[in-house]
């Protein structure tokens, strides 16, 4: 199993942490780096919050080898041949290390405090599914057509990618896994226990071979709480459950329930251990307290040690 470290800066976090985080995902040897896309938080004072695909372009040209992902990138945000427009050109910056992760969007907070259309989960996801095909047409080389009830194309897209990935994110039953295995190189499910991954796994795999598309990859997105022994994993576990005003052992359930990787690197391989053999190749490990970096190098040898433990 790879890892990626993932970020939500939009919660706190400048330019020049991304990229710090980046190198360590590199020096770490991690697979990749990526970082959410949104454009406000709730928190007060309210963090500034940084264009994902300009900040992603920006880090390509200084951290080397790894991955870059933005994972994921509403719909609501931009039309398709925008996001086409963008990815393609990242790819292009990168030199074909770029994952295109897409949405339906569901923060209705940012998208109503700067005047963006939210409309309805149904409207929003057909209009994934349309985007997902306009993708897939323009970055497939020639021209490209297509037309669908929100948007239509008729051109000839340049750059066109060399390495672009498409992922499609989200833990939905029934559709999420479809378009993933129709339209997209790895399916991402929010971390939860292996059993309510499993079928959505099937489902997705079934979709891709009735589309006669190769299997995607499968990949879980979520935090870990991990020390390196009883005692630094308990005092971490506390200071968790103090901010949320819950006792450790309240919260020590309720992540095992969520099957959040939890516990020392022997915990942490149980926990990973059951994700791989439901088809999870990827973890992308969410730190959101950017300034936290001794909390991140504990937490990140705790996981190369579970991984040790599981190869």
Same mark, same amino acid.
């Given at each position: ?33 990526? =970082?959410?896309?949104? /454009? ?10 940084? #264009? &994902? ?8 040209? =200084? ?19 925008? +996001? ?5 050109? $990242?790819?292009? +910056?990168?030199?074909? *290390? ?14 109503? %405090? ?13 209009? $994934? ?18 037309? !669908?009830?929100?948007?239509?194309? @008729?051109?000839?897209?340049?750059? *066109?990618?060399?390495?672009? =990935? ?30 309510? +991954? &499993? ?28 020390? $390196? #022994? ?11 459950? @103090? ?18 990787? %939890? !516990?020392?690197? @022997? ?16 973890? /992308? ?27």
């Amino acid at each position: 199993m790879e890892f990626v470290l993932m970020t939500e800066p939009h919660l706190g976090g400048s330019f020049d942490d991304l990229v710090e985080l980046a190198e360590f995902a590199r020096r770490a040897g991690m697979a990749g780096f990526a =970082r959410s896309d949104h /454009y406000y938080s709730e928190r007060r004072p309210t963090p500034p919050a940084t #264009d &994902a695909y300009v900040t992603l372009a920006a880090i390509a040209t =200084r951290v080397p080898e790894i991955r870059l992902a933005v994972l994921v990138s509403p719909i609501t945000f931009r039309h398709p041949a925008v +996001i086409a427009k963008s990815a393609a050109s $990242l790819d292009e +910056i990168s030199g074909g *290390r770029f994952d295109l992760g897409v949405g339906t969007g569901w923060y209705r907070f940012e998208h109503d %405090a700067f005047g963006l259309p939210f409309p309805p989960w149904e409207e929003r996801f057909a209009r $994934l599914e349309e985007t997902l095909a306009y993708l897939r047409a323009a970055f497939a080389g020639g021209r490209a057509t297509f037309q !669908g009830r929100y948007y239509r194309l @008729d051109a000839e897209p340049l750059p *066109r990618p060399t390495g672009l =990935r498409i992922v499609v994110g989200g833990r939905g039953p029934l559709r999420t896994p479809r378009l993933a295995g129709t339209y997209a190189d790895e399916y991402n499910h929010f971390v939860a226990p292996s059993d309510e +991954i &499993a079928p959505k796994v099937e489902r997705m795999r079934r979709a891709a071979l009735e589309t006669g598309r190769s299997v995607p990859a499968v990949s879980v997105m979520g935090t870990v709480l991990a020390g $390196l #022994d009883r005692g630094s994993y308990r005092k971490r576990l506390q200071a968790w459950a @103090d901010e949320r005003s819950v006792t450790a052992e309240h919260l020590e359930e309720r992540l095992r329930n969520a099957g959040v990787p %939890a !516990g020392t690197p @022997d915990r942490l391989a149980e926990t990973f251990a059951e994700l791989k053999a439901v088809g999870v190749s990827r973890y /992308y490990l969410q730190w959101l307290d950017l300034q936290d970096r001794s909390g991140l190098e504990e937490t990140w040898e705790a996981v190369s040690q579970a991984v040790r433990a599981l190869d």
